[in-house]
Protein backbone atom coordinates (compact mmCIF):
# COMPACT_ATOMS: atom_id res chain seq x y z
CA UNK A 1 0.00 0.00 0.00
CA UNK A 2 1.26 3.60 -0.59
CA UNK A 3 2.57 5.18 2.64
CA UNK A 4 3.44 8.77 1.02
CA UNK A 5 3.57 12.24 2.77
CA UNK A 6 0.74 13.75 0.33
CA UNK A 7 -2.76 14.82 1.81
CA UNK A 8 -4.26 11.81 0.08
CA UNK A 9 -2.84 8.49 -1.54
CA UNK A 10 -5.67 9.13 -4.25
CA UNK A 11 -7.67 12.08 -5.40
CA UNK A 12 -10.68 10.87 -7.74
CA UNK A 13 -12.24 13.69 -9.79
CA UNK A 14 -15.48 12.85 -10.62
CA UNK A 15 -18.18 10.75 -8.00
CA UNK A 16 -19.48 8.34 -10.82
CA UNK A 17 -19.91 4.39 -10.53
CA UNK A 18 -16.12 4.11 -11.43
CA UNK A 19 -14.89 6.49 -9.32
CA UNK A 20 -16.80 6.18 -5.96
CA UNK A 21 -16.04 2.11 -6.54
CA UNK A 22 -12.30 3.22 -6.91
CA UNK A 23 -12.16 5.62 -3.72
CA UNK A 24 -13.99 3.08 -1.77
CA UNK A 25 -11.78 0.11 -2.78
CA UNK A 26 -8.63 2.29 -2.33
CA UNK A 27 -9.62 2.95 0.98
CA UNK A 28 -10.91 -0.23 2.23
CA UNK A 29 -7.26 -1.45 1.38
CA UNK A 30 -5.79 1.55 3.85
CA UNK A 31 -5.59 4.33 1.16
CA UNK A 32 -6.47 8.10 2.67
CA UNK A 33 -9.07 9.17 -0.29
CA UNK A 34 -10.80 11.63 -1.35
CA UNK A 35 -13.49 12.78 -3.60
CA UNK A 36 -14.50 15.80 -5.73
CA UNK A 37 -17.74 16.36 -7.39
CA UNK A 38 -19.08 19.26 -8.70
CA UNK A 39 -22.70 17.97 -9.58
CA UNK A 40 -24.14 14.90 -7.95
CA UNK A 41 -22.94 11.13 -7.01
CA UNK A 42 -23.26 8.53 -8.96
CA UNK A 43 -22.79 9.86 -12.24
CA UNK A 44 -24.86 9.57 -15.65
CA UNK A 45 -26.23 6.47 -14.75
CA UNK A 46 -27.75 6.83 -11.45
CA UNK A 47 -28.91 10.94 -12.35
CA UNK A 48 -29.49 11.20 -16.30
CA UNK A 49 -28.81 7.34 -17.03
CA UNK A 50 -29.18 4.32 -16.59
CA UNK A 51 -31.53 4.16 -13.72
CA UNK A 52 -33.85 7.15 -14.48
CA UNK A 53 -34.09 5.98 -18.20
CA UNK A 54 -35.32 2.47 -17.36
CA UNK A 55 -37.65 3.76 -14.76
CA UNK A 56 -39.53 5.64 -17.74
CA UNK A 57 -39.12 2.58 -19.76
CA UNK A 58 -41.51 0.67 -17.50
CA UNK A 59 -43.66 3.71 -17.48
CA UNK A 60 -43.91 3.78 -21.36
CA UNK A 61 -44.41 -0.02 -21.30
CA UNK A 62 -48.25 0.15 -19.36
CA UNK A 63 -50.38 1.41 -22.36
CA UNK A 64 -49.70 -2.17 -24.13
CA UNK A 65 -49.85 -3.87 -20.80
CA UNK A 66 -53.50 -2.40 -20.55
CA UNK A 67 -54.06 -3.67 -24.01
CA UNK A 68 -52.86 -7.02 -23.15
CA UNK A 69 -54.62 -7.56 -20.25
CA UNK A 70 -58.03 -7.66 -22.43
CA UNK A 71 -56.68 -11.03 -24.10
CA UNK A 72 -56.70 -12.74 -19.93
CA UNK A 73 -60.04 -11.33 -19.11
CA UNK A 74 -59.16 -8.26 -17.44
CA UNK A 75 -61.25 -5.56 -17.94
CA UNK A 76 -59.19 -2.26 -17.90
CA UNK A 77 -61.11 1.26 -17.04
CA UNK A 78 -60.52 4.78 -18.56
CA UNK A 79 -56.74 5.01 -18.63
CA UNK A 80 -54.81 8.29 -17.92
CA UNK A 81 -51.44 9.44 -17.73
CA UNK A 82 -49.63 11.94 -15.48
CA UNK A 83 -46.88 13.23 -16.52
CA UNK A 84 -45.53 15.28 -13.31
CA UNK A 85 -46.12 11.63 -11.08
CA UNK A 86 -44.12 9.48 -13.11
CA UNK A 87 -41.21 12.52 -13.26
CA UNK A 88 -41.46 13.07 -9.46
CA UNK A 89 -41.14 9.52 -8.44
CA UNK A 90 -38.21 9.32 -10.59
CA UNK A 91 -36.84 12.13 -8.71
CA UNK A 92 -36.97 11.00 -5.36
CA UNK A 93 -36.02 7.50 -6.12
CA UNK A 94 -32.51 8.89 -7.78
CA UNK A 95 -32.39 11.72 -4.32
CA UNK A 96 -32.50 8.43 -2.52
CA UNK A 97 -29.86 7.30 -4.41
CA UNK A 98 -27.52 9.81 -4.06
CA UNK A 99 -28.19 9.19 -0.16
CA UNK A 100 -26.92 5.54 -0.32
CA UNK A 101 -23.83 7.10 -2.70
CA UNK A 102 -23.43 9.96 0.39
CA UNK A 103 -23.40 6.63 2.99
CA UNK A 104 -21.23 4.42 1.08
CA UNK A 105 -18.21 7.36 0.52
CA UNK A 106 -18.89 8.12 4.16
CA UNK A 107 -18.95 4.63 5.80
CA UNK A 108 -15.74 3.90 3.19
CA UNK A 109 -14.23 6.93 5.17
CA UNK A 110 -13.59 8.80 1.60
CA UNK A 111 -13.19 12.49 2.26
CA UNK A 112 -16.16 14.62 -0.77
CA UNK A 113 -15.23 17.32 -2.16
CA UNK A 114 -17.66 19.52 -3.47
CA UNK A 115 -16.48 21.69 -6.98
CA UNK A 116 -14.85 21.75 -9.50
CA UNK A 117 -11.29 20.32 -9.15
CA UNK A 118 -8.75 21.18 -11.30
CA UNK A 119 -5.21 19.70 -11.60
CA UNK A 120 -2.34 22.21 -10.66
CA UNK A 121 0.30 19.62 -12.16
CA UNK A 122 0.75 15.80 -11.31
CA UNK A 123 0.20 15.86 -8.15
CA UNK A 124 -1.28 19.29 -7.07
CA UNK A 125 -5.55 19.29 -7.23
CA UNK A 126 -7.05 22.72 -6.37
CA UNK A 127 -11.24 22.26 -5.20
CA UNK A 128 -12.95 25.72 -4.64
CA UNK A 129 -9.45 27.59 -3.66
CA UNK A 130 -7.73 24.80 -1.61
CA UNK A 131 -5.29 23.01 -2.86
CA UNK A 132 -4.51 19.21 -1.79
CA UNK A 133 -1.45 17.21 -2.98
CA UNK A 134 -2.03 13.44 -3.74
CA UNK A 135 0.49 10.91 -4.58
CA UNK A 136 -2.22 9.46 -7.23
CA UNK A 137 -5.00 11.12 -9.52
CA UNK A 138 -7.79 9.02 -10.95
CA UNK A 139 -10.09 11.59 -13.51
CA UNK A 140 -13.32 9.67 -13.28
CA UNK A 141 -15.54 12.49 -14.29
CA UNK A 142 -17.34 10.53 -17.56
CA UNK A 143 -19.09 11.95 -20.59
CA UNK A 144 -21.44 14.72 -21.54
CA UNK A 145 -24.13 14.74 -24.31
CA UNK A 146 -23.13 16.73 -27.26
CA UNK A 147 -25.62 18.54 -29.18
CA UNK A 148 -24.31 20.15 -32.71
CA UNK A 149 -24.11 23.47 -33.65
CA UNK A 150 -26.84 24.61 -35.91
CA UNK A 151 -29.46 27.47 -36.99
CA UNK A 152 -31.82 27.00 -34.04
CA UNK A 153 -29.69 24.29 -32.13
CA UNK A 154 -30.54 25.96 -28.78
CA UNK A 155 -34.28 24.51 -29.18
CA UNK A 156 -33.00 21.32 -28.91
CA UNK A 157 -33.00 19.17 -25.91
CA UNK A 158 -30.59 16.38 -24.94
CA UNK A 159 -31.22 13.58 -22.81
CA UNK A 160 -30.33 15.18 -19.59
CA UNK A 161 -33.10 17.58 -19.64
CA UNK A 162 -35.59 14.33 -20.68
CA UNK A 163 -35.31 13.29 -17.32
CA UNK A 164 -37.08 16.93 -16.00
CA UNK A 165 -39.50 17.98 -18.84
CA UNK A 166 -41.92 20.28 -16.92
CA UNK A 167 -44.93 19.33 -19.65
CA UNK A 168 -44.98 16.11 -21.35
CA UNK A 169 -45.01 16.70 -25.20
CA UNK A 170 -47.85 16.08 -27.64
CA UNK A 171 -45.62 15.30 -30.87
CA UNK A 172 -41.48 14.80 -30.49
CA UNK A 173 -39.25 14.39 -33.00
CA UNK A 174 -35.83 12.21 -31.72
CA UNK A 175 -32.64 13.05 -33.64
CA UNK A 176 -30.21 10.02 -33.44
CA UNK A 177 -29.70 6.39 -34.12
CA UNK A 178 -27.78 5.02 -31.44
CA UNK A 179 -29.06 3.03 -28.13
CA UNK A 180 -30.05 6.39 -26.70
CA UNK A 181 -31.69 7.79 -29.79
CA UNK A 182 -33.90 4.45 -29.94
CA UNK A 183 -34.54 4.28 -26.08
CA UNK A 184 -36.14 7.47 -26.10
CA UNK A 185 -38.40 7.37 -28.89
CA UNK A 186 -40.07 4.27 -27.54
CA UNK A 187 -40.24 6.35 -24.23
CA UNK A 188 -41.84 9.18 -25.49
CA UNK A 189 -44.43 6.79 -27.80
CA UNK A 190 -45.08 4.26 -25.12
CA UNK A 191 -45.86 7.65 -22.97
CA UNK A 192 -48.34 8.52 -25.87
CA UNK A 193 -46.60 11.41 -27.70
CA UNK A 194 -46.71 11.18 -31.76
CA UNK A 195 -42.50 10.08 -31.98
CA UNK A 196 -40.29 10.54 -34.64
CA UNK A 197 -37.33 9.14 -34.99
CA UNK A 198 -34.58 10.60 -37.27
CA UNK A 199 -31.01 9.13 -38.35
CA UNK A 200 -29.01 10.44 -40.87
CA UNK A 201 -27.67 6.78 -41.94
CA UNK A 202 -29.32 3.84 -43.88
CA UNK A 203 -30.27 2.08 -40.46
CA UNK A 204 -29.82 2.83 -36.66
CA UNK A 205 -27.70 0.95 -34.02
CA UNK A 206 -24.62 1.08 -35.70
CA UNK A 207 -21.96 -1.19 -34.19
CA UNK A 208 -25.18 -3.98 -33.74
CA UNK A 209 -25.48 -7.31 -35.29
CA UNK A 210 -27.17 -6.36 -38.36
CA UNK A 211 -29.74 -8.99 -37.57
CA UNK A 212 -30.83 -7.31 -34.77
CA UNK A 213 -30.74 -4.36 -36.33
CA UNK A 214 -33.21 -5.27 -38.93
CA UNK A 215 -35.51 -7.13 -36.54
CA UNK A 216 -35.50 -3.81 -34.02
CA UNK A 217 -36.37 -1.64 -37.41
CA UNK A 218 -39.40 -3.36 -38.20
CA UNK A 219 -41.50 -4.16 -34.37
CA UNK A 220 -40.78 -0.34 -34.05
CA UNK A 221 -42.02 0.63 -36.76
CA UNK A 222 -45.24 -1.99 -36.06
CA UNK A 223 -45.86 -0.06 -33.22
CA UNK A 224 -46.61 3.29 -34.83
CA UNK A 225 -42.89 5.00 -34.21
CA UNK A 226 -42.11 6.95 -37.36
CA UNK A 227 -38.71 6.19 -38.64
CA UNK A 228 -37.43 7.75 -41.29
CA UNK A 229 -33.59 7.35 -42.23
CA UNK A 230 -30.64 9.16 -44.50
CA UNK A 231 -32.80 12.35 -43.05
CA UNK A 232 -31.06 15.13 -41.22
CA UNK A 233 -32.01 18.25 -39.68
CA UNK A 234 -31.22 21.67 -41.71
CA UNK A 235 -32.67 23.53 -38.89
CA UNK A 236 -35.23 24.59 -36.37
CA UNK A 237 -37.50 27.24 -36.08
CA UNK A 238 -39.76 28.34 -32.97
CA UNK A 239 -43.26 28.88 -33.34
CA UNK A 240 -44.16 30.95 -30.39
CA UNK A 241 -42.23 33.18 -28.02
CA UNK A 242 -41.70 30.75 -25.70
CA UNK A 243 -38.65 28.27 -26.51
CA UNK A 244 -40.73 25.50 -24.86
CA UNK A 245 -43.51 25.57 -26.98
CA UNK A 246 -44.14 24.51 -30.67
CA UNK A 247 -41.43 24.45 -33.23
CA UNK A 248 -40.81 23.71 -37.03
CA UNK A 249 -37.79 21.41 -37.87
CA UNK A 250 -36.55 21.59 -41.19
CA UNK A 251 -35.08 19.04 -42.51
CA UNK A 252 -32.33 18.92 -45.04
CA UNK A 253 -34.65 17.12 -47.92
CA UNK A 254 -36.89 20.33 -47.17
CA UNK A 255 -39.36 18.40 -45.80
CA UNK A 256 -40.74 19.85 -42.40
CA UNK A 257 -42.18 18.58 -38.97
CA UNK A 258 -43.85 20.56 -36.33
CA UNK A 259 -43.20 19.00 -32.55
CA UNK A 260 -43.14 20.06 -28.98
CA UNK A 261 -40.09 18.97 -28.32
CA UNK A 262 -36.89 17.68 -30.18
CA UNK A 263 -34.36 15.50 -28.49
CA UNK A 264 -30.64 15.21 -30.00
CA UNK A 265 -28.99 11.53 -29.06
CA UNK A 266 -25.97 12.12 -31.80
CA UNK A 267 -23.60 10.83 -29.27
CA UNK A 268 -21.30 11.84 -25.89
CA UNK A 269 -18.05 13.14 -25.32
CA UNK A 270 -15.35 13.26 -22.48
CA UNK A 271 -16.11 15.35 -20.11
CA UNK A 272 -12.39 16.70 -19.68
CA UNK A 273 -12.98 20.66 -20.01
CA UNK A 274 -11.55 22.81 -17.53
CA UNK A 275 -10.04 20.02 -15.31
CA UNK A 276 -6.11 21.59 -15.58
CA UNK A 277 -5.15 18.23 -17.67
CA UNK A 278 -2.95 20.63 -20.09
CA UNK A 279 -1.54 21.88 -17.23
CA UNK A 280 -0.48 18.14 -15.67
CA UNK A 281 0.97 17.34 -19.50
CA UNK A 282 -1.68 14.56 -19.72
CA UNK A 283 -1.90 13.36 -23.13
CA UNK A 284 -5.61 13.32 -24.86
CA UNK A 285 -7.33 12.00 -28.01
CA UNK A 286 -8.36 14.72 -30.80
CA UNK A 287 -12.03 14.05 -28.92
CA UNK A 288 -11.40 14.60 -25.80
CA UNK A 289 -10.77 11.59 -24.46
CA UNK A 290 -8.10 10.27 -22.37
CA UNK A 291 -4.93 8.29 -23.23
CA UNK A 292 -4.08 5.63 -20.38
CA UNK A 293 -2.52 2.27 -21.02
CA UNK A 294 -3.88 -1.10 -20.12
CA UNK A 295 -3.04 -0.27 -16.61
CA UNK A 296 -5.38 2.88 -16.37
CA UNK A 297 -2.06 5.10 -16.53
CA UNK A 298 -1.87 8.38 -18.17
CA UNK A 299 1.50 9.02 -19.90
CA UNK A 300 1.86 11.05 -16.45
CA UNK A 301 2.67 8.37 -13.75
CA UNK A 302 0.66 10.09 -11.28
CA UNK A 303 -2.24 10.37 -13.04
CA UNK A 304 -4.85 7.99 -13.66
CA UNK A 305 -8.20 7.70 -15.98
CA UNK A 306 -11.08 5.27 -16.15
CA UNK A 307 -14.85 4.81 -17.51
CA UNK A 308 -16.69 6.98 -20.17
CA UNK A 309 -13.77 9.35 -20.19
CA UNK A 310 -11.31 7.14 -22.06
CA UNK A 311 -13.60 5.94 -24.33
CA UNK A 312 -13.26 2.22 -24.62
CA UNK A 313 -17.15 0.84 -23.30
CA UNK A 314 -19.27 3.26 -21.97
CA UNK A 315 -20.86 1.02 -19.59
CA UNK A 316 -21.61 1.44 -15.88
CA UNK A 317 -20.51 -2.41 -14.83
CA UNK A 318 -17.19 -2.02 -16.85
CA UNK A 319 -16.50 1.57 -15.33
CA UNK A 320 -17.12 -0.41 -11.60
CA UNK A 321 -14.80 -3.15 -12.72
CA UNK A 322 -11.90 -0.44 -14.24
CA UNK A 323 -12.16 1.16 -10.72
CA UNK A 324 -11.55 -2.48 -8.79
CA UNK A 325 -8.76 -3.21 -11.24
CA UNK A 326 -7.19 0.26 -10.02
CA UNK A 327 -7.18 0.14 -6.58
CA UNK A 328 -5.98 -3.38 -6.74
CA UNK A 329 -3.13 -2.33 -8.50
CA UNK A 330 -2.43 0.93 -6.70
CA UNK A 331 -2.89 -0.44 -3.20
CA UNK A 332 -2.43 -4.10 -2.50
CA UNK A 333 0.43 -6.42 -3.55
CA UNK A 334 -1.97 -8.52 -5.40
CA UNK A 335 -1.46 -9.54 -8.65
CA UNK A 336 -1.79 -6.65 -10.85
CA UNK A 337 -5.45 -6.73 -12.98
CA UNK A 338 -6.25 -5.89 -16.21
CA UNK A 339 -9.58 -5.26 -17.91
CA UNK A 340 -10.84 -8.10 -20.41
CA UNK A 341 -13.72 -6.20 -22.32
CA UNK A 342 -14.25 -9.35 -24.69
CA UNK A 343 -17.83 -10.48 -24.33
CA UNK A 344 -19.07 -7.93 -22.12
CA UNK A 345 -23.09 -8.19 -22.16
CA UNK A 346 -25.40 -5.34 -22.51
CA UNK A 347 -28.90 -4.29 -23.57
CA UNK A 348 -30.59 -1.75 -24.77
CA UNK A 349 -34.49 -1.03 -23.63
CA UNK A 350 -36.11 -0.09 -26.64
CA UNK A 351 -38.88 -2.00 -27.07
CA UNK A 352 -38.93 -5.08 -27.40
CA UNK A 353 -35.47 -5.15 -25.03
CA UNK A 354 -32.24 -5.93 -26.68
CA UNK A 355 -29.69 -8.07 -25.35
CA UNK A 356 -26.51 -9.07 -26.97
CA UNK A 357 -23.20 -10.31 -25.95
CA UNK A 358 -19.95 -11.78 -27.84
CA UNK A 359 -19.41 -11.05 -31.72
CA UNK A 360 -21.77 -9.34 -34.17
CA UNK A 361 -22.64 -12.05 -37.35
CA UNK A 362 -20.28 -9.27 -39.04
CA UNK A 363 -17.14 -9.45 -36.55
CA UNK A 364 -17.50 -13.05 -35.99
CA UNK A 365 -17.00 -13.86 -39.94
CA UNK A 366 -14.05 -11.49 -39.67
CA UNK A 367 -12.12 -13.11 -36.33
CA UNK A 368 -13.19 -16.69 -37.09
CA UNK A 369 -13.74 -17.25 -40.47
CA UNK A 370 -16.47 -19.92 -41.34
CA UNK A 371 -19.70 -19.50 -38.82
CA UNK A 372 -22.74 -21.29 -38.37
CA UNK A 373 -25.64 -18.78 -37.58
CA UNK A 374 -28.24 -20.05 -35.59
CA UNK A 375 -32.14 -18.05 -36.02
CA UNK A 376 -35.22 -17.82 -34.47
CA UNK A 377 -38.22 -15.74 -34.99
CA UNK A 378 -41.94 -16.30 -33.24
CA UNK A 379 -44.29 -14.91 -31.32
CA UNK A 380 -44.25 -15.28 -27.76
CA UNK A 381 -46.62 -17.15 -25.73
CA UNK A 382 -48.15 -14.32 -24.10
CA UNK A 383 -49.37 -12.98 -27.53
CA UNK A 384 -50.84 -16.02 -28.52
CA UNK A 385 -53.86 -14.38 -26.12
CA UNK A 386 -53.62 -10.53 -26.25
CA UNK A 387 -53.32 -10.04 -29.75
CA UNK A 388 -50.64 -8.39 -30.58
CA UNK A 389 -48.14 -9.25 -33.37
CA UNK A 390 -44.81 -8.50 -31.66
CA UNK A 391 -41.96 -11.02 -32.47
CA UNK A 392 -39.18 -12.40 -30.40
CA UNK A 393 -35.84 -13.13 -32.04
CA UNK A 394 -32.81 -15.01 -30.96
CA UNK A 395 -29.30 -15.84 -32.16
CA UNK A 396 -26.43 -17.91 -32.00
CA UNK A 397 -23.06 -17.40 -34.07
CA UNK A 398 -20.46 -20.49 -33.11
CA UNK A 399 -17.30 -20.99 -34.90
CA UNK A 400 -17.08 -23.78 -37.62
CA UNK A 401 -13.84 -25.05 -36.38
CA UNK A 402 -14.29 -25.57 -33.03
CA UNK A 403 -17.83 -25.14 -32.20
CA UNK A 404 -17.57 -22.44 -29.91
CA UNK A 405 -20.38 -20.13 -29.11
CA UNK A 406 -19.07 -16.65 -30.19
CA UNK A 407 -22.59 -14.79 -29.92
CA UNK A 408 -25.63 -14.81 -28.66
CA UNK A 409 -28.37 -11.63 -29.70
CA UNK A 410 -32.25 -11.31 -28.31
CA UNK A 411 -34.29 -9.14 -29.61
CA UNK A 412 -37.82 -9.36 -27.25
CA UNK A 413 -39.20 -8.79 -23.70
CA UNK A 414 -36.57 -9.00 -20.79
CA UNK A 415 -33.72 -9.98 -23.18
CA UNK A 416 -31.13 -8.11 -20.91
CA UNK A 417 -32.26 -10.52 -17.96
CA UNK A 418 -31.77 -13.67 -20.39
CA UNK A 419 -28.80 -12.49 -22.69
CA UNK A 420 -26.98 -12.08 -19.01
CA UNK A 421 -27.01 -15.22 -17.89
CA UNK A 422 -25.63 -16.59 -21.70
CA UNK A 423 -22.53 -13.95 -20.98
CA UNK A 424 -21.22 -16.55 -18.29
CA UNK A 425 -21.40 -18.85 -20.72
CA UNK A 426 -19.43 -17.18 -23.27
CA UNK A 427 -17.02 -16.15 -21.18
CA UNK A 428 -16.32 -19.52 -20.30
CA UNK A 429 -15.82 -20.53 -23.74
CA UNK A 430 -18.97 -22.88 -23.77
CA UNK A 431 -19.58 -24.89 -27.42
CA UNK A 432 -22.82 -25.14 -28.70
CA UNK A 433 -23.00 -29.19 -28.13
CA UNK A 434 -22.91 -27.78 -24.62
CA UNK A 435 -25.59 -25.93 -25.41
CA UNK A 436 -27.63 -28.41 -26.72
CA UNK A 437 -26.47 -30.59 -24.07
CA UNK A 438 -28.39 -28.39 -21.43
CA UNK A 439 -31.97 -29.14 -20.64
CA UNK A 440 -34.51 -25.77 -21.60
CA UNK A 441 -37.20 -24.57 -18.75
CA UNK A 442 -40.57 -25.05 -20.38
CA UNK A 443 -42.86 -22.90 -21.17
CA UNK A 444 -40.18 -20.31 -21.04
CA UNK A 445 -38.59 -17.89 -24.18
CA UNK A 446 -35.22 -18.53 -22.93
CA UNK A 447 -35.68 -22.45 -23.86
CA UNK A 448 -34.84 -21.52 -26.93
CA UNK A 449 -31.67 -20.62 -26.74
CA UNK A 450 -30.96 -24.36 -25.40
CA UNK A 451 -33.62 -26.10 -28.59
CA UNK A 452 -31.92 -24.34 -32.11
CA UNK A 453 -30.83 -27.36 -33.54
CA UNK A 454 -30.53 -26.33 -37.41
CA UNK A 455 -28.16 -24.37 -38.58
CA UNK A 456 -30.11 -21.97 -40.52
CA UNK A 457 -27.30 -20.30 -42.49
CA UNK A 458 -23.32 -20.92 -42.60
CA UNK A 459 -20.85 -17.23 -43.42
CA UNK A 460 -17.18 -16.92 -44.23
CA UNK A 461 -15.11 -18.96 -45.62
CA UNK A 462 -13.24 -21.77 -43.81
CA UNK A 463 -9.20 -21.31 -42.77
Avoid at 355 to 361: N, P, Q, Y
Wanted: proline share 3%.
Amino acid sequence: MSKSNYDYDLFVIGAGSGGVRAARMASNYGAKVAVAEDRYLGGTCVNVGCVPKKLFVYGSHFAEDFHDAGGFGWQVGERQFDWPTLRDNKTQEIERLNGIYRNLLDGAGVTTHWGRAELLDANRVAVDGKEYSCANILIATGGWPTKPDFPGSNLAITSNEAFHLDTFPKDAVVVGGGYIGVEFAGIFHGLGANTSLLYRGDLFLRGFDQGVREFVRDEIAKKGIDLRFNTDVASIEALTDDENGRKRVHLKDGETLETDLVLYATGRHANTQNLGLDKAGVEMRANGSIVVDEYFQTNIPSVYALGDVIDRVQLTPVAINEGMCLANNLFTDNPKRTMNYNNIATAVFCQPNIGTVGLSEEQAVAEHGQVHVFESSFRAMKHTLTGSEERTYMKLLVSAKDDRVVGAHMVGPDAGEIVQGLGIALVAGLTKTQFDQTVGIHPTTAEEFVTMRDVTRTVGAAA
